[in-house]
């Protein structure tokens, strides 16, 4: 009887997935996970997209694959068809999409259960300082405070990026910062806020019963007004709204838009509910948010364009803002617009 075949889709620069044969234990290992197999001198590390009874070459051409790293896919049935979709439309290799869509450190094989480190966050007291103004009598505290502006960070990237223990004790001290090994569920309901949510305009109020007005599967609107106008606070009356329903939020901004001022105000609003994907972060950081948006334990995801590959344990929202900036088009590599990509995952996810 002749062994299962694999696909598996390896990150080089060559079109489409290589054929391997599957001699393990057991069933063979589903789409979505990663698996180490044999690739001209060296090893490297692809995800299964496929599981065939033959193969365009011949048996004895084919090489056994390794083991499986994960017991089950870390990549659900919607990423992976958006994915090859997006290797087919974009004309890129799907190794390198599909590496694309996954966290440094998931790439070198390292397992997907992040290491539980203490992480430290900004206190909504904390958020609110002068970092100028604590930069002249402590420069060591105001560095802490700008790091964390871009969201938790563990204590050991906090000590590598030059603020130590002593640092951080100062400041809980003060009740700027605060350490956190989990989060809620988005599941377990809203929080309440810090401060009550503004009255909305008519113009506000139109927008929203539009749009909450739809009801359940997918539908697109684009929320159109100049700066000022009050588009944020439409769109924060919308994830409140997603969270209630137990369901979770992608939110996306150009690179430019990840501000600390924003990420203070979504705090502010939802808690520690809220996951950062961005380049700027560590890559135990990435793997850590990526990991709470997979599982659920985010109930708002909130990143630049890459985070549009964010696998979603109850995805019920997904918002593009400033959809028309040029930030959200990968320029080099896999070149992609995160906008498109948004509205189709929003589509197949209903």
Known sequence: MTPPILRIAVPVPIGD???????????????????SVPFGRSRRIGVVVGVAEASDLPPDKL???????????????????????????????IGEVFSQALPGLLRKGRPAEPKREALWTLTPAGAA?????????????????????????????????????????RLADKGWVQSARGAASPRAGA??????PPELTAEQRRALDEIEGHGAGFAAFVLHGATGSGKTEVFLRLI???????????????????????????RDRFGERLSLMHSGLADSVRLDAWHRARTGSAGIVVGTRSAVFAELADPGLVIVDEEHDAAFKQQQGFRYSARDLAVLRARRLD
């Open 63 to 93: 090489k056994p694959a390794g083991e499986p790293l994960d017991g089950e896919p870390l990549i659900g049935t919607e990423l992976l068809e958006t994915l090859r979709w997006a290797a087919d439309y974009y004309h890129h290799p």
């Open 240 to 266: 409140e709204r997603t969270l209630r329903d137990r369901r979770q939020a992608l939110l996306l901004v150009p690179e430019i838009g990840l501000t600390p001022q924003l990420v203070s105000r979504l």
């Open 129 to 169: 300082q002068d970092v100028a103004a604590v930069a002249v009598k402590a420069a060591r505290q105001a560095l802490a405070l700008t790091l964390l502006a871009g969201g938790p960070l563990a204590a050991g990237e906090l000590r590598r990026a030059g603020v130590a223990a002593d640092t951080l004790r």
């Open 191 to 196: 929080a309440s806020a810090a401060s009550p």
């Open 17 to 35: 997935s290589f054929d391997y044969l599957w001699n393990g234990a057991g069933p063979a290992p589903r789409p979505g996970t990663r698996i």
